[in-house]
């Protein structure tokens, strides 16, 4: 019997690593989670005036909401998370720019001699009803309305041989990936680590461009729900999504050709066994079919999707088709 449950974290409950802290919950495959996740600022930005660097205290950035024991999940299985729903839990969001962080601008591993960019700080109203966030010039008479596509930038589970990640990370084990590809609607697959998996996620953007350039979406404070599962004696080397028209692969490091290359190359295997190709086969067909839209290029690792359409692979779906039949759960339980 599917079981409902929900999670609102205090201040305090909030988590800053992928493992290291003991479960906040306990489900079991099959479940349904309500959860709410704080944005990446842990929501003491909320004017123009409040500058990160003074409200803000570094490591407490990016928290994530549990961790969450999943019954039954061993080292060598695959955990599901089904997203029935995102949407933003404020009618206001937030973006901003850092001095040494983003694409653009002189970091710690990209060293340069100008001087770091201004800190500045953009309110977003938003319009749920009518699915779009305002954004604003702050030094111009110059505004626009964007459609929303609600995401969850940071999803995981925790690493192996008792390692903790800080939450700004991306990696094998998931964490701060950024890509727009994580949105309601679409079912991720986590390699599990660690006995339970201990999988959490936060940083909620209301959208995002690719590749995340100045380093911050539309950073938002989000009301998740979505169902969970557990894919036995089956492993999945680094993040993988499933939507109703797509599989994908994800791959983080650096430099950038190098998630290139990890996501790539973990579609083309995918394919390749979902297929039934040998790998020279299955490399033509990916290097003709597949998209490559970009997660983030300004984190502490990149992250690279690789996404190729079922339509191109014969309608297959990917692990002998847990994404419908997590779909199947939430519209049968009438979560949303």
Not at 76 to 103: E, K, M, N, Q, Y
Not at 250 to 267: F, K, M, N, V
């Amino acid at each position: 019997m599917t079981e409902v449950h929900s999670y609102t974290p205090s201040p305090e409950e909030l988590s800053y690593t992928f493992g290291g802290r003991p479960a906040v919950a306990r489900l079991r495959p099959g479940d349904v989670l309500r959860v709410h996740t704080e944005d990446c600022f842990g929501g003491k930005v909320r004017d123009v005036t409040d500058l990160p660097s003074q409200v803000c205290e570094f490591p407490y950035l990016n928290p994530v909401s549990g961790p969450f024991h999943v019954e039954g999940a061993q080292p060598g299985d695959t955990l599901a998370l089904h997203f029935v729903s995102i949407t933003p839990a404020r009618d206001w969001a937030v973006s901003s720019t850092f001095p040494h962080f983003g694409a653009l601008t002189s970091t710690s591993h990209t060293a340069t001699l100008q001087p770091p960019l201004e800190e500045r700080v953009w309110m977003y109203t938003v319009d749920t009803a009518a699915g779009t966030v305002r954004y604003r010039a702050r030094n111009a008479d110059f505004g626009v309305d964007l459609p929303m596509d609600p995401m969850h930038g940071t999803v995981g589970v925790a690493p192996g041989a008792f390692e903790a990640r800080m939450t700004l990370t991306p990696d094998a084990y998931g964490g701060n990936m950024d890509t727009p590809e994580m949105r309601a609607g679409v079912t991720a697959y986590f390699g599990v680590n660690v006995e339970g998996a201990l999988f959490a996620l936060g940083d909620g953007h209301c959208r995002q461009g690719h590749g995340e350039v100045c380093g911050v979406g539309v950073e938002a404070a989000m009301d998740t729900v979505l169902v969970v599962d557990l894919v036995k004696d089956v492993l999945t080397p680094w993040p993988r999504l499933e939507s109703d028209g797509y599989i994908m692969s994800t791959g983080s490091a650096r430099p950038l050709e190098d998630a290139y290359r990890i996501s790539q190359h973990d579609l083309v295997t995918w394919v390749s066994q979902l297929v039934g190709l040998d790998l020279i086969d299955a490399y033509q067909l990916v290097s003709q079919a597949a998209e490559a839209p970009v997660g983030n290029v300004c984190d502490t690792n990149y992250t690279m999707v690789a996404k190729v359409a079922k339509a191109y692979l014969g309608g297959i779906a990917g692990y002998d088709g847990v994404h419908e039949r997590l779909r199947s759960i939430a519209v049968a339980t009438g979560v949303s």
